[in-house]
Structure formats: structure tokens, C-alpha cells
């Protein structure tokens, strides 16, 4: 991959307040700059300085901000592995400089040591307290990006209510490094106005036609927690396979990440599952050929159950349900937020409701795997709603 100088890098790099928001759509440069203008800057350091690149959580981060600062360095030839500490995340620059990665929830971490510059990566899954705690302690600038889905704490403390800001809004035309086919694929959206507002102009809006709400992002899978199902979505050229495991805690379902791959094989799918703890698989029922391959390398994997109208009946089950997803679940959670129901090229929706493809993988993965517990839960309800009679003492009969 080849990271060119593109239109977002040179105005980002042309900002000169305190506080510089980045505000863009998907696809618009907006990381890349950002982390190519930090770059620049540890390079040009005349004394040594810090600079702290922050994310939700590590696995968020290790997948995004810092995957795309290596491969820079190492694009742009100036990476040295002996400068990189895969202990503290940390990168020295020849200057002294240095820039380090750490997630936001890690609270020693943000309420740590100095620095001298700040880059909060997708902001408004941040909250405002964390970023009160870390520009306290930053000196210079503060680098802040996001896809402007909704309104958050940028938009109610920091526009418009300072007067050390810079704003810039970025698009995916601002991003010359983009291949045509991501550039087609955005622009095949134009005739959803939601979707076109925020993703493709760059622009605040609500995105509608949001599948699920109210999932809660937690640590990790409880000791408590039972594991009930995995779900499993096939892909290999253009679509990843989606492996989720599905958990039973406390009235609610537990979705963790176990693979979300592009080109793997059955035999590949099955050694995953191998190494993972014992529990039905429930895998798309379109690939009975992978199936039943899958199951010769001695893997319990059931087809999904389907027919009319059972997809919008899946995701109403899952709807119903309380839904928790593991931080490292990645892809999970990324899907989760950007999974739309389909709309036809005029904006309107598709009627009978279907899920739109693009963020469909895991999402198609927990259906299965739910969709499967169905008669259980209703067998369940069923044993809960039954009429409870007292039970009268036996008597003997008198002698």
C-alpha cells in the first residue's frame, strides 16, 4: 500500500489551533493525515516531545490507529524495528521523540504523565470526561476525529464554545489514495439520505434505519457466563467469515469475536473451531457442501433455519434480546454500528425489511446462533408461564 501526500493530509496539516477536529466521512483520510502529520512533526522535533494516539479500547486501536501508523513508517521506509517497544506501544523517532498508543480505558493511562500532543481516534466513542482528563495534561495540540453519525460531546463543549479550535470537514474526494471500487461503492449510495449526509458529505446527521440499539460494550466474558452457540457466516474472495461465539449471562446474551477473515478455507474454519471450547455450531444454511465438510473434521455444525420472512424474524429475536459484546470484538462492534436496513435507490426502504449486506457478517453470524436457541427459549417461557397449583398433603385413608 502506497500512502500518498493526498488533499486531507495537506489541510490537516495547514491547521494551527490548539485543538484541530476532524470531522469527515468514511473513506476521507481523515486517521491517515492525522497520523501522518504527527509523524512529520516527531521527525522535525527539535527538543524531545510525546505524542499520545488514543482509541476506545486496544483491540479498536491495534486494528485501526496503530496498524495504519506501522504501515506508514514502514511504507515511507522509516521504520526501525529496533525504535518500536511492542511492550508499551511506544515508537522513538531518531529526534527522541516519541508517539505511543493506549486505549482510553485504561484510567492509569489517562490520568498519566504529560504531553505534548494528543490524537483521539473516532472521538465520539470517547467520553467527555476521559478528554477533560487527557487535555489537562497535553500542552500543545489535540488532534480529535469522527464520523458525525450524531451529535456528541464535540458538538455541545467544543464547537462553537472556544476560540482555540479548528474545524475541517473532509470527504471521501479529499482522499486521492482511494481505489475506484470504494469510491463506486460510496457513490452507489447517494439515494440514502441518511447514510449520504453523514458517510459520503461528511455532514451531522442521524443515519436511519439503525437495526439494533443498546448493546453494551464490556471486557470481557464473565467466568459466570454459559456458552450457548457459535454463529457462522461464510465468506473467502470479497467477504470475510464471520465466527461468533454466543454466551448466556444473566438474563442476557454475550457476542465475542472469534474470527472475522477473508480467504479461509473449510479445513481452516474447522481448526478455528477445533481450538475453541466444545458448543453447537450453527453455520448459513446457502453452503451445505461447507457444512458437511466442516463436520467431516469432526465439528458438531447444524444449518441454519430458514424460510419465509426469517431473517426479519431473526432479527427481531435478537432485538428482543439484552445484548453485550465483548471490547475485543472489533468487527462486531464496527458492524453493529453501522448495520442499516436496506433501501432501494430512491432512499425509500425495502419493503418487506431486509439488512443492507455491507455490515451484515457477524450480525448474520449472531442470528444464526440465536435464531437456533428459539425453541429453548420458548420451551422455557412456556414451563415459566404454567399455572402453579398447590399441592395438597396426602391423607390416609381412615381405617
Given at each position: ?15 494551527k ?6 470531522q469527515?466521512?468514511t ?6 493525515g ?33 496498524k ?17 517497544s511492542?511492550?508499551d ?10 508517539i ?10 489517562v ?31 489535540i ?22 479550535v479548528?474545524f ?5 474526494k ?5 481505489n ?16 449520504w ?19 453494551q460494550i464490556?471486557d470481557?466474558?464473565p ?24 454466551y ?14 477473508k ?13 475453541q471450547k ?21 465439528i ?8 419465509s ?12 434480546q ?17 448495520y ?7 432512499g ?7 439488512p ?9 453470524a449472531?442470528?444464526?446462533?440465536m435464531?437456533?436457541?428459539?425453541p ?5 417461557e412456556?414451563?415459566?408461564n ?14
Amino acid at each position: 500500500m502506497f500512502y500518498e501526500i493526498t488533499t486531507a493530509t495537506q489541510k490537516i496539516a495547514k491547521l494551527k489551533n490548539r485543538i484541530r477536529v476532524l470531522q469527515g466521512g468514511t473513506s476521507a483520510g481523515k486517521t491517515i493525515g492525522a497520523l501522518e502529520v504527527l509523524i512529520d512533526l516527531a521527525q522535525r522535533d527539535k527538543e524531545p516531545t510525546l505524542t499520545s494516539v488514543v482509541s476506545e479500547s486496544f483491540p479498536h486501536l491495534r486494528r485501526g490507529a496503530m496498524k495504519d501508523f506501522l504501515s506508514i513508517l514502514e511504507t515511507q521506509k522509516y521504520f526501525n524495528s529496533d525504535r518500536w517497544s511492542k511492550t508499551d506501544y511506544t515508537y522513538t523517532f531518531e529526534t527522541g521523540s516519541k508517539i505511543e498508543f493506549f486505549s482510553v480505558d485504561q484510567p492509569d493511562k489517562v490520568r498519566g504523565p504529560r504531553r505534548q500532543r494528543l490524537f483521539i481516534n473516532e472521538a465520539n466513542n470517547v467520553p467527555f470526561e476521559t478528554f477533560e482528563q487527557l487535555e489537562v495534561r497535553t500542552d500543545d495540540c489535540i488532534f480529535i476525529d469522527y464520523n458525525p453519525v450524531s451529535e456528541f460531546w464535540v458538538n455541545e463543549y467544543i464547537l462553537g464554545k472556544r476560540d482555540d479550535v479548528d474545524f475541517l470537514k473532509l470527504t471521501y474526494k479529499d482522499n486521492e489514495a482511494l481505489n475506484k471500487e470504494i469510491v463506486k461503492a460510496i457513490e452507489s449510495r447517494k439515494g440514502r439520505a441518511g447514510w449520504w449526509q453523514v458517510f459520503g458529505l461528511g455532514e451531522l446527521g442521524d443515519v436511519e434505519g439503525k437495526i439494533y440499539q443498546g448493546w453494551q460494550i464490556i471486557d470481557e466474558i464473565p467466568h459466570e457466563a454459559r456458552l450457548e452457540r457459535y454463529g457462522l457466516d461464510f465468506g473467502y474472495t470479497n467477504d470475510p467469515t464471520a465466527i461468533v461465539a454466543l454466551y448466556y449471562f444473566n438474563g442476557g446474551y454475550i457476542v465475542d469475536e472469534i474470527s472475522f477473515t477473508k480467504g479461509l478455507s473449510n479445513k481452516q474454519i474447522a481448526d478455528i473451531l477445533f481450538n475453541q471450547k466444545k458448543a453447537v455450531v450453527v453455520a448459513d444454511s446457502a453452503e451445505p457442501k461447507s457444512i458437511d465438510e466442516i463436520r467431516s473434521f469432526g465439528i458438531t455444525i447444524l444449518p441454519a433455519l430458514k424460510g419465509s420472512d426469517s431473517v426479519r424474524q431473526g432479527v427481531q429475536t435478537v432485538q428482543d434480546q439484552q445484548i453485550s459484546v465483548t471490547k475485543r470484538s472489533v468487527n462486531i462492534i464496527k458492524e453493529y454500528r453501522n448495520y442499516l436496513w436496506a433501501t432501494d435507490k430512491l432512499g425509500n426502504f425495502i419493503r418487506p425489511n431486509e439488512p443492507e449486506h455491507t455490515w451484515s457478517h457477524s450480525m448474520d453470524a449472531i442470528r444464526y446462533a440465536m435464531n437456533s436457541l428459539v425453541p429453548i427459549m420458548r420451551r422455557k417461557e412456556f414451563y415459566d408461564n404454567m399455572p402453579r397449583y398447590p399441592i395438597k398433603p396426602r391423607v390416609n385413608p381412615a381405617r
